[in-house]
């Protein structure tokens, strides 16, 4: 099935809205400002191609004709995510709800390849008419367009053009952005947000940030690089090159006073942005959670649901939000 020619505004907007609790046709055609007619023969395309179900009557205030509800069918189309950590690959495959079906995890050793993780990831995806494509997630610099990453932290990964490469071994659609940025997709998913930033602390440091509801990359995919701004001049050498950065300093201390960096450091964040949402995220974070809850600004701070789930979910979701 082809699913690409499901994309127009109007399928989006009933799908995202079906997504969101609209349950009968009426009501769809009141939010999305379209006439009855125009909502019936959408949804028509959209159970027929697989992507919406009808799951019984349910009576709007009690009188009249009983409307058929609809929701989405988890199983009409599926995504799958990566993230490509500095010693790990995590994979889930989810259905259309953006719930995970299956999750993976596979240990990458030190100075792996960008063959190496083609290699961890060929047998873990599996192309098919109701799968949409792979998104990975993995640390910047990179190219959010072509797809061309040279992370910091990877040693030998210069200008590696990543999805064109996995693409060809793959078989599907490929989309590659930073591991930030899948993150705050994921939280955004779950969460309405808008003024917000999503905060990693794991094998490196960065924020995935949200402005006016819309993931900010900036203008050369760069944006969200908190941890390579710097915190102490003359501080230790940075994996970057530089001294005294975010993630240099915060990996130099530990307990209470790593805590501190990174409550400083997102503080700076809060007041350059007004941010008014914090998300805390990342293995260093999960370790002890109450620790940074402590440290942050006074805004609206919390940890992560999603564990370490978070960015292979956020990377399956750059390709899945592509239907909403
Ligand atoms: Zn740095």
Redesign the pocket.
Known sequence: MDLTSLRSHNDRTVLRLVRSGALSRASIATDAGLTPQAVSKIVARLMSAGLLEETGAVRDGGRGKPRMSLRLCPDGAHAYGAYVDRDELRVVRLDLTGEVVSASVVPLAPMFTPSDVLDALAPLVEPGDRVLGLGIGIAGPLDFRDGVVSPNGLPGWSSVPLKELAEERLGLPVVVDKDTNAAVLAEAWRTPLRDAALVLVGTGLGVGLLLGGEVHRGARSGAGEL??TTIQLDGPL?????RG?V??VHAAASGVEAARVLGAAVTNLVQLLDLDQIVLSGRKVLESPELYLRAMPEVDVSITSYGADLVPVGAGLLVLADLF
């Open positions: 941890g390579h940075c994996v970057c090159g530089r950065c993630e240099a």
